[in-house]
T-cell receptor
Protein backbone atom coordinates (compact mmCIF):
# COMPACT_ATOMS: atom_id res chain seq x y z
CA UNK A 1 0.00 0.00 0.00
CA UNK A 2 0.91 3.65 -0.13
CA UNK A 3 1.49 5.71 2.99
CA UNK A 4 2.09 9.45 3.12
CA UNK A 5 2.36 11.23 6.46
CA UNK A 6 2.36 14.91 7.28
CA UNK A 7 1.37 16.88 10.37
CA UNK A 8 -2.30 17.71 10.63
CA UNK A 9 -1.96 21.33 11.71
CA UNK A 10 0.68 24.00 12.14
CA UNK A 11 0.59 27.59 13.29
CA UNK A 12 3.10 30.31 12.40
CA UNK A 13 3.43 34.06 12.59
CA UNK A 14 3.22 36.50 9.68
CA UNK A 15 6.70 37.23 8.32
CA UNK A 16 8.20 34.05 9.76
CA UNK A 17 9.47 30.87 8.10
CA UNK A 18 7.69 27.53 8.39
CA UNK A 19 8.73 24.03 7.34
CA UNK A 20 6.11 21.39 6.59
CA UNK A 21 7.44 17.84 6.58
CA UNK A 22 6.23 14.84 4.62
CA UNK A 23 7.36 11.23 4.82
CA UNK A 24 6.28 8.59 2.37
CA UNK A 25 6.38 4.84 1.85
CA UNK A 26 5.14 3.91 -1.60
CA UNK A 27 5.44 0.95 -3.93
CA UNK A 28 7.39 3.08 -6.40
CA UNK A 29 8.48 6.65 -6.87
CA UNK A 30 8.11 8.89 -9.87
CA UNK A 31 8.12 12.28 -8.21
CA UNK A 32 6.76 14.22 -5.24
CA UNK A 33 4.42 17.17 -5.53
CA UNK A 34 3.29 19.90 -3.16
CA UNK A 35 -0.09 21.53 -3.63
CA UNK A 36 -1.82 24.36 -1.80
CA UNK A 37 -5.55 24.10 -1.11
CA UNK A 38 -7.64 26.89 0.33
CA UNK A 39 -10.86 25.79 2.01
CA UNK A 40 -13.53 24.88 -0.54
CA UNK A 41 -11.20 25.32 -3.48
CA UNK A 42 -9.17 23.12 -5.81
CA UNK A 43 -5.55 22.17 -5.13
CA UNK A 44 -3.06 24.44 -6.90
CA UNK A 45 0.42 23.26 -7.85
CA UNK A 46 3.39 24.57 -5.87
CA UNK A 47 6.39 22.35 -6.60
CA UNK A 48 7.67 19.09 -8.06
CA UNK A 49 10.75 17.13 -6.96
CA UNK A 50 11.99 14.00 -8.67
CA UNK A 51 15.71 14.22 -7.83
CA UNK A 52 17.27 14.72 -4.40
CA UNK A 53 17.88 18.28 -3.34
CA UNK A 54 16.27 21.64 -2.99
CA UNK A 55 14.01 23.34 -5.53
CA UNK A 56 13.45 27.04 -4.94
CA UNK A 57 10.61 29.07 -6.37
CA UNK A 58 10.21 32.52 -4.88
CA UNK A 59 9.04 32.33 -1.26
CA UNK A 60 8.51 28.57 -1.56
CA UNK A 61 11.17 25.86 -1.57
CA UNK A 62 10.83 22.09 -1.55
CA UNK A 63 13.39 19.48 -0.57
CA UNK A 64 13.53 15.77 -1.36
CA UNK A 65 15.56 12.86 -0.02
CA UNK A 66 14.56 9.68 -1.83
CA UNK A 67 16.72 7.42 0.35
CA UNK A 68 14.91 8.68 3.45
CA UNK A 69 11.46 8.90 1.88
CA UNK A 70 11.30 12.48 3.08
CA UNK A 71 10.37 15.88 1.76
CA UNK A 72 9.69 19.28 3.18
CA UNK A 73 8.05 22.46 1.96
CA UNK A 74 9.59 25.68 3.22
CA UNK A 75 7.56 28.87 3.19
CA UNK A 76 9.41 32.13 3.83
CA UNK A 77 8.12 35.62 4.68
CA UNK A 78 4.74 34.21 5.60
CA UNK A 79 1.69 36.20 4.61
CA UNK A 80 -1.86 35.91 5.93
CA UNK A 81 -2.98 34.58 2.54
CA UNK A 82 -0.67 31.58 3.04
CA UNK A 83 -3.21 30.21 5.53
CA UNK A 84 -4.33 27.07 3.71
CA UNK A 85 -3.84 23.31 3.60
CA UNK A 86 -0.61 22.05 2.07
CA UNK A 87 -0.86 18.67 0.40
CA UNK A 88 2.06 16.33 -0.16
CA UNK A 89 1.48 13.90 -3.04
CA UNK A 90 3.57 11.12 -4.55
CA UNK A 91 3.33 9.57 -8.00
CA UNK A 92 4.15 5.93 -7.19
CA UNK A 93 4.55 4.69 -10.75
CA UNK A 94 5.40 5.78 -14.24
CA UNK A 95 2.34 4.43 -15.96
CA UNK A 96 -0.68 6.52 -15.15
CA UNK A 97 0.56 9.54 -13.24
CA UNK A 98 -1.73 8.70 -10.34
CA UNK A 99 -1.08 11.01 -7.42
CA UNK A 100 -1.40 9.59 -3.91
CA UNK A 101 -2.08 12.41 -1.48
CA UNK A 102 -1.33 12.77 2.19
CA UNK A 103 -3.98 14.12 4.50
CA UNK A 104 -2.68 17.66 4.20
CA UNK A 105 -1.25 20.09 6.75
CA UNK A 106 -3.52 22.96 7.69
CA UNK A 107 -1.37 26.03 8.21
CA UNK A 108 -2.71 28.97 10.17
CA UNK A 109 -0.77 32.22 9.85
CA UNK A 110 -1.35 34.65 12.70
CA UNK A 111 -0.56 38.37 12.78
CA UNK B 1 -4.00 31.64 -18.55
CA UNK B 2 -5.60 28.35 -19.65
CA UNK B 3 -7.52 26.48 -16.99
CA UNK B 4 -9.52 23.32 -16.41
CA UNK B 5 -13.26 23.94 -16.18
CA UNK B 6 -15.95 21.75 -14.65
CA UNK B 7 -19.73 21.71 -14.74
CA UNK B 8 -21.92 21.76 -12.81
CA UNK B 9 -20.37 23.37 -9.73
CA UNK B 10 -22.93 21.60 -7.54
CA UNK B 11 -25.07 18.56 -8.28
CA UNK B 12 -27.76 17.18 -6.01
CA UNK B 13 -29.18 13.76 -6.82
CA UNK B 14 -31.24 10.98 -5.30
CA UNK B 15 -29.61 7.71 -4.30
CA UNK B 16 -29.70 5.24 -7.19
CA UNK B 17 -29.74 7.92 -9.89
CA UNK B 18 -27.09 8.30 -12.57
CA UNK B 19 -24.95 11.44 -12.70
CA UNK B 20 -22.52 12.73 -15.29
CA UNK B 21 -19.86 15.20 -14.25
CA UNK B 22 -18.27 17.20 -17.02
CA UNK B 23 -14.79 18.60 -17.48
CA UNK B 24 -12.96 20.53 -20.16
CA UNK B 25 -9.22 19.94 -19.73
CA UNK B 26 -6.57 22.39 -20.87
CA UNK B 27 -6.50 22.15 -24.64
CA UNK B 28 -2.94 20.93 -25.31
CA UNK B 29 -2.88 18.47 -22.41
CA UNK B 30 -2.79 14.76 -23.12
CA UNK B 31 -3.45 13.22 -19.69
CA UNK B 32 -6.74 13.53 -17.83
CA UNK B 33 -7.69 12.54 -14.31
CA UNK B 34 -10.54 12.36 -11.84
CA UNK B 35 -10.02 12.70 -8.10
CA UNK B 36 -12.51 12.96 -5.27
CA UNK B 37 -12.38 14.53 -1.83
CA UNK B 38 -14.93 13.60 0.79
CA UNK B 39 -15.54 16.53 3.15
CA UNK B 40 -12.71 16.84 5.64
CA UNK B 41 -10.71 13.98 4.12
CA UNK B 42 -7.80 13.67 1.75
CA UNK B 43 -7.84 13.90 -2.02
CA UNK B 44 -8.18 10.41 -3.54
CA UNK B 45 -7.20 9.29 -7.03
CA UNK B 46 -9.95 7.69 -9.08
CA UNK B 47 -8.72 7.26 -12.64
CA UNK B 48 -6.25 8.48 -15.25
CA UNK B 49 -6.92 8.56 -18.99
CA UNK B 50 -4.50 8.81 -21.88
CA UNK B 51 -4.76 8.15 -25.61
CA UNK B 52 -8.48 7.43 -25.32
CA UNK B 53 -8.18 4.74 -22.72
CA UNK B 54 -7.89 4.30 -18.98
CA UNK B 55 -4.22 4.04 -17.93
CA UNK B 56 -4.70 3.59 -14.17
CA UNK B 57 -7.65 3.27 -11.81
CA UNK B 58 -7.98 2.93 -8.07
CA UNK B 59 -10.03 0.50 -6.00
CA UNK B 60 -12.67 3.21 -5.62
CA UNK B 61 -13.25 3.23 -9.38
CA UNK B 62 -15.49 0.16 -9.54
CA UNK B 63 -18.07 -0.90 -12.11
CA UNK B 64 -20.37 1.94 -11.09
CA UNK B 65 -17.90 4.46 -12.52
CA UNK B 66 -16.96 5.13 -16.12
CA UNK B 67 -15.11 7.84 -18.02
CA UNK B 68 -15.42 9.04 -21.55
CA UNK B 69 -13.93 11.60 -23.90
CA UNK B 70 -16.92 12.04 -26.19
CA UNK B 71 -15.30 14.70 -28.36
CA UNK B 72 -12.08 16.67 -28.66
CA UNK B 73 -12.66 18.82 -25.62
CA UNK B 74 -14.86 17.18 -22.98
CA UNK B 75 -13.93 14.53 -20.42
CA UNK B 76 -16.76 13.05 -18.37
CA UNK B 77 -17.18 10.93 -15.25
CA UNK B 78 -20.37 8.89 -14.98
CA UNK B 79 -21.63 7.29 -11.79
CA UNK B 80 -24.31 4.78 -12.75
CA UNK B 81 -26.21 4.31 -9.53
CA UNK B 82 -25.18 6.81 -6.88
CA UNK B 83 -24.82 5.87 -3.23
CA UNK B 84 -24.83 8.11 -0.18
CA UNK B 85 -21.09 7.57 0.23
CA UNK B 86 -20.46 9.00 -3.25
CA UNK B 87 -21.16 12.47 -1.82
CA UNK B 88 -17.89 14.35 -2.27
CA UNK B 89 -16.11 17.03 -4.24
CA UNK B 90 -15.00 15.63 -7.59
CA UNK B 91 -11.96 17.25 -9.19
CA UNK B 92 -10.93 16.86 -12.78
CA UNK B 93 -7.26 17.47 -13.62
CA UNK B 94 -5.08 17.46 -16.71
CA UNK B 95 -1.37 17.49 -17.51
CA UNK B 96 0.91 17.72 -20.53
CA UNK B 97 2.84 14.67 -19.43
CA UNK B 98 4.54 13.29 -16.37
CA UNK B 99 4.52 16.58 -14.55
CA UNK B 100 2.27 18.99 -12.74
CA UNK B 101 -1.43 18.32 -12.84
CA UNK B 102 -3.77 21.28 -13.10
CA UNK B 103 -6.99 20.88 -11.16
CA UNK B 104 -10.40 22.22 -12.06
CA UNK B 105 -12.60 24.01 -9.50
CA UNK B 106 -14.53 20.82 -8.70
CA UNK B 107 -18.12 19.60 -8.71
CA UNK B 108 -19.73 19.14 -5.32
CA UNK B 109 -21.92 16.04 -5.53
CA UNK B 110 -24.59 15.58 -2.87
CA UNK B 111 -26.45 12.26 -2.83
CA UNK B 112 -29.69 12.28 -0.81
Amino acid sequence: GQNIDQPTEMTATEGAIVQINCTYQTSGFNGLFWYQQHAGEAPTFLSYNVLDGLEEKGRFSSFLSRSKGYSYLLLKELQMKDSASYLCAVDPNNAGNMLTFGGGTRLMVKP
Amino acid sequence: EPEVTQTPSHQVTQMGQEVILRCVPISNHLYFYWYRQILGQKVEFLVSFYNNEISEKSEIFDDQFSVERPDGSNFTLKIRSTKLEDSAMYFCASSEGNNEQFFGPGTRLTVL
